[in-house]
């Protein structure tokens, strides 16, 4: 079955330490996203990517950084330079024609810096 | 721009009882509109969506959905829930005629009381 899969599902990381989220999709979507997702406040984009080798700034890039080398994978780094990076992380994807716009989702990674 | 607005951040309820969230949304063209479900520490996936054609939208585990173009609203409605409908749900907006990002409201919050 065709899906999104983020890895790994827990992780833990250091003050200081860059970690990368995993997101794989087999549904042949053009379109990638990462949101992060705080109590109270819904889901806020980071990124996201409309076709190989290109990306755009969500509405909270400061402190990320991804890459989009192949139309499958769009993984993503938290920096040392977030400040805040404890919260749950989506990877979405979109079919690029217009009438099957829904996002289909990922399990999410929990992060936690410890 | 577009935008969704969700009025109540949580909505407590005796099972069996109706139920409806609310979501408003703003745009200057034509939108495609999105319920969706998110069970806890999950991804979230699609209850219903609204392209084209009737208003009144029909989506999975019984709930539905009214697009009021007057009103610019969609608000999603059960005529019972029950316990396993304790979730927070999120109504998204996505332009049509070609592919955007997805915009999403920050949640509904469904507490279900056995």
């Known amino acids: 079955d065709g899906g999104i899969t983020q890895s790994p599902k827990y992780l833990f990381r250091k003050e200081g330490q860059n970690v990368t989220l995993s997101c794989e999709q087999n549904l042949n979507h053009d379109a990638m996203y990462w949101y992060r997702q705080d109590p109270g406040q819904g889901l806020r984009l980071i990124y996201y990517s409309q076709i190989v080798n290109d990306f755009q700034k969500g509405d909270i890039a400061e402190g990320y950084s991804v890459s989009r080398e192949k139309k499958e994978s769009f993984p993503l780094t938290v920096t040392s330079a977030q400040k805040n990076p404890t919260a749950f992380y989506l990877c979405?994807?979109?079919?690029?024609?217009?009438?099957?716009?829904?996002?289909?989702f990922g399990q999410g990674t929990r992060l936690t810096v410890v | 721009a577009q935008s969704v607005t969700q009025l109540d951040s949580q909505v407590p309820v005796f099972e069996e009882a109706p139920v409806e969230l609310r979501c408003n949304y703003s745009s200057s063209v034509s939108v495609y509109l999105f319920w969706y479900v998110q069970y806890p520490n999950q991804g979230l996936q699609l209850l219903l969506k609204?392209?084209?054609?009737?208003?009144l939208v029909k989506g999975i585990n019984g709930f539905e959905a009214e697009f009021n173009k007057s009103q610019t609203s969609f608000h999603l409605r059960k005529p019972s829930v029950h316990i396993s409908d304790t979730a927070e749900y999120f109504c998204a907006v996505s332009r049509s005629g070609g592919y955007q990002k997805v915009t999403f409201g920050t949640g509904t919050k469904l507490q279900v009381i056995p």
């Open positions: 609204y392209l084209s054609g009737s208003t």
């Open positions: 979405a994807s979109t079919d690029r024609t217009g009438q099957r716009t829904e996002a289909f």
